[in-house]
Nanobody, 126 residues
Framework: VQLQASGGGLVQARGSLRLSCRAS????????MGWFRQAPGKEREIVAAISRGGRNTYYADSVKGRFTISRDNDKNTVFLQMNGLKPEDTAVFYC????????????????????WGQGTLVTVSS
């Protein structure tokens, strides 16, 4: 089982980036997918999550209206479109997966996710 995140980089404030996370070794459509981030000196926090079929989403208040999570189950990939980036968005971003029963609510806690990617660094300059 592997999650491979990509798309991070250096961007100026108010710019955009699109992160991707490709899963392998699991039945992707049976997993809720989440994006988390960890800024220097801070704990890891959830950014966004999306249900198995993509109908339901969750966003942290700090990114609502700026970030959009989506998924393509045919390509085993989850995306995070980040617009209006701010210096405080600078962090290592991780994708994570949780095997989820159909009617479960979207998990938002780090310890609910059992599969993690390696992280991709996003740096936003002012």
């Amino acid at each position: 089982v592997q999650l491979q995140a990509s798309g991070g980089g250096l961007v100026q404030a108010r710019g955009s980036l699109r992160l991707s996370c490709r899963a392998s070794g699991l039945i992707f459509s049976r997993y809720t997918m989440g994006w988390f981030r960890q800024a220097p000196g801070k704990e890891r926090e959830i950014v966004a999550a999306i249900s198995r079929g993509g109908r339901n989403t969750y966003y942290a208040d700090s990114v609502k209206g700026r970030f959009t999570i989506s998924r393509d189950n045919d390509k085993n990939t989850v995306f995070l479109q980040m617009n209006g980036l701010k210096p405080e968005d600078t962090a290592v971003f991780y994708c994570a997966a949780k095997h989820t029963i159909l009617t479960a609510s979207i998990p938002t806690q780090e310890d609910e996710y059992g599969v993690w990617g390696q992280g991709t660094l996003v740096t936003v300059s002012s």
